[in-house]
């Protein structure tokens, strides 16, 4: 439910400057590793977790 009010404020035009923050904030290279490395740790333990039941 969290994430549809979300998208419906960011649709609004009081989420679009959020967005361009957020656009903006992940665009710098640092941030971008730093989350890709975190996704790629969460996706490797999921499957790892899939893999022992």
Do not use: C, V, Y
């Not at 740790?41 to 899939?50: A, E, I, R």
């Amino acid at each position: 439910m969290q994430g549809k009010d979300m998208i419906g404020r960011a649709r609004t035009g009081l989420g679009r400057p959020w967005l361009l923050l957020f656009l903006s904030w992940t665009r710098s290279s640092a941030t971008t590793r730093r989350m890709g490395s975190f996704l790629f740790h969460m996706w490797n333990s999921f499957n790892l977790s899939t893999r022992e039941i």
